[in-house]
């Protein structure tokens, strides 16, 4: 359980509800098989070592880092990329066993025979129903090298992932256009942070589009339902022009959609544990953020007694 007053997304024991002293020390060294090298399995692999256990990660890139990989080309992320950075690091100082470009299966847990797993496998992207999905991008694939993105992009999904994407393609030369069906961007956000971001991405001339339901996907672009659209200059077709709410089209060289996250399928790895104790951590069990997934980490190593 997370206490959200006052923790730290990168220090697992700022504020943690249990004093560290109590935390029992390990019987004994055991082999722990950690599988994926998000922050969460990082997180996890650097505490099990520090405790004296023997640890094994694997993931299935060729280098660690999950998700926050994509740092590495996000215009804004350099706190994020910087920290990514110190968890590769502090893995690699210690005898922790990496083995890149692995993806676990069953036979690997079966040949490593841990006495512990600890399974972070991370998330995948939530592809939405939506007509024409095939001819978008999903928001991580931007950062992709060689990623086929053109000057005008549309964005559905106004989230934070959403939003910040939005930046850094607005920072990096994009003409930036979200759609967004709630009344307000990066709802998930508050405070002064959500303030900012707003600030800079209307500084940076991204339009935003809220109350905008996108309801279908063309190569060229896409329609939305809304009452603002129209308002706002987007293009009306016959149906929508006169309307409250019509279907408006809006022009894209790209789309790109941030929808959320779901969990990867853990079952057969838990199946190939069996009796050995086995636990998940990070976006696995529910997608989330770096704050959650390093303190599910740590946890998960200072159980292993
Ligand atoms: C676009 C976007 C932006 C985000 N920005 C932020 C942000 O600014 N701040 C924040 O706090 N959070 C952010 N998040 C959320 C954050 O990235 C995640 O919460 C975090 O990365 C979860 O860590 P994890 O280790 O659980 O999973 P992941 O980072 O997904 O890592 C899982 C790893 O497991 C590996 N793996 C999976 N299956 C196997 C297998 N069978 N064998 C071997 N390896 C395997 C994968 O390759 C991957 O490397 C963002 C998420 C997205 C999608």
Aim: charged fraction near 25%; charge should be negative.
């Amino acid at each position: 359980m997370i206490d959200k007053v006052g923790t730290c997304a990168i220090n697992p024991v700022a504020n943690l509800p249990v004093a560290l002293e109590e935390f029992p020390r390990p019987a004994g060294s055991r082999k722990v098989l950690v599988v994926g090298g998000g922050p969460a399995g990082m997180q996890a692999a650097i505490t099990a070592a520090d405790r004296g256990h023997q640890v094994t990660l694997v993931e299935k890139a060729a280098a660690l880092g999950g998700i926050l990989r994509f740092t590495d080309t996000d215009a804004c992320k350099e706190d994020l990329r910087n920290f990514k950075d110190l968890l590769v690091y502090e893995v690699g100082r210690r005898s922790v066993k990496v083995r890149l470009n692995t993806e676990a299966t069953p036979s690997t847990i079966a040949q490593e025979k841990p006495d512990v797993v600890i399974l972070a496998l991370g998330s995948v992207p939530a592809v939405p129903p939506i007509k024409g999905i095939e001819h978008a991008l999903h928001v991580l694939a931007v950062y992709e090298a060689g990623c086929p993105l053109g000057q005008r992009v549309v964005m559905v999904g106004g989230g934070l992932a959403g939003c910040e994407t939005a930046l850094h393609l607005a920072k990096t030369g994009h003409e930036v256009t979200i759609v967004e069906m709630l009344d307000r961007l990066a709802a998930e956000s508050y405070g002064m942070y959500r303030e900012a971001l707003l600030l800079e991405m209307e500084r940076v001339g991204i339009k935003m589009l809220t109350e905008a339901r996108c309801v279908e996907i063309t190569p060229a672009g896409v329609w939305v339902e809304s009452a603002r659209a129209a308002q706002e200059g987007a293009g009306a077709d016959q149906k929508g022009s006169g309307e409250q709410l019509g279907r408006h089209w809006l022009e894209a060289d790209s789309v790109v959609y941030a929808l959320g996250m779901r969990p990867c399928e853990a079952s057969e790895l838990k199946k190939a544990a069996g009796a050995i104790p086995c636990v998940e951590i990070g976006d696995c069990v529910r997608p989330g953020r770096v704050e959650a997934a390093i303190r599910e980490g740590f946890l998960a190593a200072m159980n292993i007694l």
